[in-house]
């Protein structure tokens, strides 16, 4: 009976190679690990109820979104225009707001952060594609390209992300918050964002990367206590009960007070700067962030291969890329120049303004030097 000799560096990598083509093969023969094979669905169930939980929750986000928007260019066109929280369908996007969330809230039970996080790209291409279906916004061909990227990406993210399945209760929620891994990450994130709110409160730069990077490192500890209160939640559902221990409520004013001051800088970024600056910054930090907490605080990671990672990572980068191309230069298009520029009449020359600013005392008025006593003094201005 021949020894066994150990494996190598090339046996792991044709194994990580066998794992890249099983997940690329449709409808194989036998107990495969293809995309489309009954193995595969049986292994992946839980993980694929919540990546269809997160998809319906971001798109009815985005259908939500699109109907506040829709509110809003009603109450504008009327002549007496009432408050938008007196509108019944600004009412109505925010409950479909609030069932969305609890779809995303919920996806967070079952499937982990690594997988769920970076599909938030399907609520920006939703609302893409619903304001030109129904909003009758211009369709560009970054558009189409962002929606191509953002729809490949997302199905590389679904296929090799990490396959680990993990019954969050409450022990184990214990073991991963006192572990030293976590300990040094939360010092570290602690130090970085009180650095920040030093420059930001401070010194008052209140540049877009220092807001929604406060953002991103608010956003860790969101996506780490919502996993936590959403799977104890589900597994008192499905096993034991987890809501007498202390680690809950704990974990639970985590998230409302995270919540609450990351939408709050979100909210100063907003007014700050253009959304189609925000969103993409914002979807890109919030993801990166989300990733690195699901490392190091649930480990997902733990185990994959490299190539497996690399192909995720690059899932990551086109969904990235996608929700770029698609807010790029959107806001601009409904910009509409309401005026006459005199000034580029051929053939004529402007001296004087036509309208002074608003903040001069002369408002309202021709402006000084240029009244009818001057123009019959003999004064001659070419217009």
Request: net charge positive; charged share 10%; glycine share 8%.
């Amino acid at each position: 009976m021949a020894a066994l000799a150990p494996a190598g560096p090339g046996d792991a990598a044709s194994a990580a190679l066998d794992e890249l083509s099983l997940n690329f093969t449709y409808g194989a023969p036998g107990a495969g690990n293809g995309s489309l094979s009954g193995a595969w669905y049986r292994r992946n169930q839980i993980h694929l109820f919540g990546v269809l939980l997160a998809i319906l929750g971001n798109l009815v986000i985005s259908i939500s979104l699109n109907i506040q928007k829709y509110s809003h260019l009603q109450l504008a066109q009327q002549e007496h225009p009432r408050p938008y929280f007196k509108s019944v369908l600004w009412w109505g996007g925010v409950l479909l707001m609030a069932v969305g969330e609890t779809g995303n809230f919920a996806a967070y039970g079952f499937a982990p952060i690594t997988l769920i996080a970076p599909l938030g790209c399907v609520s920006v291409t939703g609302s893409a594609i619903i304001s030109v279906t129904f909003l009758k916004d211009n369709l560009r061909a970054s558009d189409l390209l962002g929606m191509t990227l953002a729809f490949a990406g997302t199905y590389l993210l679904v296929n090799f992300a990490p396959n680990i399945t993990q019954a969050i209760s409450a022990r184990t929620v214990q073991y991963y918050f006192i572990g030293w891994q976590f300990l040094i990450y939360v010092i570290l994130e602690i130090l970085i964002f009180c650095i920040l709110l030093y420059f930001y409160k401070r010194k008052g730069m209140k540049h877009m990367v220092i807001l929604l990077t406060l953002v991103a490192l608010l956003a860790s500890l969101t996506v780490i206590s919502v996993k936590a209160v959403s799977g104890m939640i589900t597994f008192s559902m499905m096993d034991k009960m987890q809501l007498t221990y202390p680690i809950f409520y704990i974990m639970f004013i985590i998230m409302i007070a995270s919540c609450v001051f990351q939408v709050k800088f979100l909210n100063q970024a907003t007014k700050l700067y253009n959304t189609t600056r925000v969103v993409p910054v914002n979807h890109i930090f919030f993801t990166i962030s989300a990733i690195i907490a699901g490392i190091i605080f649930y480990q997902e990671f733990l185990g994959a291969a490299f190539l497996t990672v690399f192909i995720y990572l690059f899932g990551c980068f086109l969904s990235f890329l996608g929700v770029f191309l698609v807010t790029r230069n959107r806001e601009k298009e409904h910009l509409q120049q309401s005026y006459i520029d005199f000034g580029n009449i051929p053939g004529k020359q402007m001296l004087d303004k036509i309208q002074p600013d608003s903040n001069s005392l002369s408002y309202g008025t021709l402006p000084d030097g240029s009244d009818s006593t001057n123009s019959q003094s003999g004064e001659k201005k070419e217009v």
